[in-house]
């Protein structure tokens, strides 16, 4: 065994799950007192074990709670993986822990990505590695994410060590109008996916509009090849599903399709929508189809024409996934502007940052200051306490984990970033970042940064520049 495989030989007591047998279409009995999700056992569960920590305090220190809260002279005391208290200055701290004085530095939450593909577009970038998009079908809901995630890629660690990344979702990619399922991952290094999964995290379906599933079926001479072909596609995949749901709900024998199983978990509000979309006429319709269809829409991702719509978003409950400044890359992020975040956030509409991108997501923190900024420019005097719900809490809530994860309240898994100045500083960097109470990033511990089984030897190993 290499000798500083050090995340692995923490990782060993994770149990593996059992391999499984195959199995083809199946005839199975529905009882309709029975919910959907009680029908059969979790196919690939999660065996997310924390890693050990310790009882620790981190007091003279500037607070962000993530839910726009912020406390000077905070203290922070976490044990048993959980948040035990966040508070001022007289806050208790029990005798006989570990105390860190942070006078100088701030914490918030751990940053959590809504939308990246680390894993199933792993580093190194080869067409080998290339897992993320199921392009044979325009629509896809049957394939799960977490089948292509390896979980060796280096990206975990750097964004863990340089973004303070302690929760993410995998998406399929955007080729598909129905890509299949997302998950949700802790940040943390394990021989399995199921040892990475966020437990009883719910599931995303990821969908696409617009340019991508038109030119990629259109290439191949086959519906969708315009925008109207997207949505017939989308609206007759629906009705296919509520067919199936109807058979499933009814009580008599059907034959199983994992895909309507996907879309009938939409329906029944179990599995939420990731939907990217850039222009804002055609999130305005997908707003329409999915109340046509009965499901709920989380969060449009891209979206850099939220801002056009942003009184219809907040008056529907959808969040908006955007950047900072990305722009111009293709004619449907032609029209966004940087101030995208700011009129949301003002509208009174969900904001979230993400990434998208093995690099951004190691400086989630730096694109909110931007967009703050851009903001501020325009008149909007945004809080830092409000920017960074921006990173943790409300990704958190669209992805249905906020009652576990996302801000800084006792009782909820310690997930946190101990950062060496204002996070919205270009110039901040993650000092310390633990996951469930455990450390495991410190900067100035070379024993506690992060290095993949495959990258052990090899230049550049564990590099947190």
């Known amino acids: 065994m290499k000798s500083n495989l050090r995340w692995s030989l923490l990782a060993a007591p994770l149990a593996l799950m059992a391999c499984s047998n195959a ?215 629906w009705i296919k599903a509520q067919e199936y749901k109807k058979r499933r709900d009814s009580g008599k024998e059907y034959t199983r399709d994992i895909g309507m199983e996907t879309l009938a978990g939409v329906l029944d509000g179990d599995i939420s929508i990731q939907n990217h979309c850039y222009r804002a006429d055609e999130m305005a319709i997908v707003l329409d189809m999915a109340k046509e269809f009965g499901y709920k829409v989380s969060t449009f991702h891209h979206a850099v024409e939220s801002y056009k719509i942003a009184d219809l978003l907040r008056d529907n409950g959808v969040c908006s996934a955007v950047w900072a400044d990305w722009w111009g890359f293709k004619m449907e992020a032609y029209d966004a502007i940087p101030e995208n975040a700011a009129i949301l956030h003002n509208t009174g509409a969900c904001v979230i940052i993400h990434s998208d991108d093995e690099n951004q997501i190691q400086r989630l923190n730096q694109e909110a200051a931007k967009a703050q900024a851009d903001g501020r420019r325009m008149g909007f005097n945004i809080s830092d306490a409000e920017v960074i719900k921006w990173l943790t809490y409300n990704p958190a809530k669209a992805l249905g984990i906020d009652a576990k994860t996302g801000s800084l309240k006792a009782g909820k898994m310690a997930d946190l970033v101990l950062w060496n100045g204002n996070p919205l500083s270009v110039y901040a960097r993650p000092d310390k970042v633990w996951i469930d109470g455990a450390l495991m990033f410190d900067s100035s511990n070379p024993k506690l940064r992060p290095v993949s089984d495959f990258e052990l030897g090899q230049p550049g190993e564990g590099d947190v520049k």
């Open 23 to 237: 199995e083809g279409p199946k005839t199975v009995s529905a009882n309709p007192a029975v919910k959907p999700a009680e029908k059969a056992p979790v196919p690939f569960p999660s065996t997310y074990k924390a890693y050990p920590g310790v009882a620790t305090a981190i007091r003279n220190v500037t607070v962000y709670d993530g839910e726009g809260g912020k406390i000077e002279n905070g203290v922070v005391f976490m044990t048993g993986g959980k948040f035990s208290s966040v508070g001022g200055p007289d806050t208790t701290i029990p005798s006989g822990v570990n105390v860190i004085d942070g006078k100088g530095k701030f914490v918030t939450p751990g940053i959590i990505d809504i939308h990246s593909h680390l894993g199933d577009y792993p580093t190194p970038s080869v067409e080998a590695h290339s897992d993320g998009n199921e392009a044979t079908s325009p629509t896809t809901p049957e394939v799960w994410a977490e089948h292509s995630v390896w979980p060796q890629d280096p990206g975990f660690s750097r964004a863990l060590a340089n973004g303070g990344v302690t929760a993410l979702q995998v998406l399929p990619g955007s080729a598909n109008l129905m890509g299949g399922r997302s998950v949700v991952l802790k940040n943390v290094y394990a021989r399995t996916v199921q040892g990475m999964k966020f437990p009883d995290a719910p599931y995303g379906m990821k969908m696409a509009c617009g340019e991508n599933p038109k030119r990629v079926y259109g290439s191949k001479g086959r519906m969708p090849s315009t925008r109207m072909g997207n949505i017939a596609v989308n609206r007759q995949t």
